[in-house]
Every structure is written in C-alpha cells, then in structure tokens.
C-alpha cells in the first residue's frame, strides 16, 4: 500500500491514524487528509519530533495499516 491509498481511503484510515498518534485532536486527524506531508508536519508540530523521527512514525502506520 502507499500514501495515494491511504488518502484515497483516509475517512476509514482516520480512526487507526487517532489511535496510534492519541495526542492528536479528531480536527488534526481530518485535516491532514492523508497527505503523507501533513502528516508528517502534524507529528512534528504536535510530538516535536525531528522530520526524521515523523517520517519513520508515519512510514510505520503505513506499513501497520496495510
């Protein structure tokens, strides 16, 4: 699976997304629309995680999700 999927499918990915990162409102979760980007700026933003550290976290979900 890669992220053209996962945006594709985001309203039945969100929840998986809410569990994994709980620190993230239901409004951050929609509004990073499954783009690979946003959601890698969201977890540093949020957790102040290194670019790195969120691509690897959201290269993970990826992963786990498919």
């Known amino acids: 699976m890669n992220w053209d999927i996962v945006e594709g499918k985001w309203d039945q990915v969100k929840g998986s997304a809410k569990e994994k ?22 977890l540093q933003e949020k957790y102040g995680w290194t670019k790195e550290k969120a691509e690897k976290e959201a290269d993970s979900f990826l992963s786990e999700y498919a």
């Not at 990073?32 to 946003?38: I, Y």
Request: glycine share 14%.
């Open 21 to 42: 990162w709980g620190d993230l409102t239901d409004d951050e979760v929609t509004e990073m629309e499954g783009k690979r980007d946003k959601v890698i700026g969201k």
